[in-house]
C-alpha cells in the first residue's frame, strides 16, 4: 500500500505492485538523464506539458529506483502497465508532484 506522505505512488508492472517514490539520489539522476540544468527545469518541463514518452518512462524508472526496484527504461517499455500509458503518465505526474508535498 502506498503511503502518500512519503511521496510513493503505487504502479502496476507485469502484475505486480510497486512503491515509487522520488529520492534525492533518484531526482539528480533524472536531471542529468534528461539533460535539465536544474530540479525547477525538470518540474517546468513536467508541468508544461513538454515531455515524452522518454521522459515519463525515464521518470517512471527513477521512482522504482527510489522505491528499491531496479528496471531499466527498456525493460519496463515492454513490460505490461495495468492501465496503460494514461496510468503511467497519470502515475509520472503524481510522482513528481508529492515529491515536492510540504508536510504541516
Known amino acids: 500500500m502506498e503511503n ?3 511521496g510513493e505512488v503505487a504502479l502496476v508492472v507485469d502484475d505486480q505492485t510497486h512503491n515509487m517514490r522520488l529520492t534525492l539520489g533518484a531526482l539528480a539522476e533524472l536531471e542529468e538523464e ?3 540544468p ?3 527545469a ?3 518541463r513536467f508541468e508544461t506539458g513538454g ?3 522518454h521522459d515519463v518512462l525515464a521518470l517512471l524508472c527513477a521512482g522504482l529506483r527510489g522505491g528499491g526496484v531496479q528496471m531499466d527504461p527498456d525493460t519496463l517499455a515492454a513490460a ?3 492501465g496503460g500509458p494514461m496510468r503511467a503518465a497519470q ?3 503524481e510522482l513528481l508532484a508529492r515529491a ?3 508536510q504541516s
Do not use: G, K
Open 4 to 6: 502518500r506522505w512519503r
Open 34 to 36: 534528461l539533460a535539465e
Open 38 to 40: 536544474s530540479l525547477m
Open 42 to 44: 525538470l518540474v517546468q
Open 51 to 53: 515531455f515524452s514518452t
Open 80 to 82: 505490461q502497465i495495468e
Open 91 to 93: 502515475a509520472a505526474a
Open 100 to 102: 515536492f508535498v510540504v
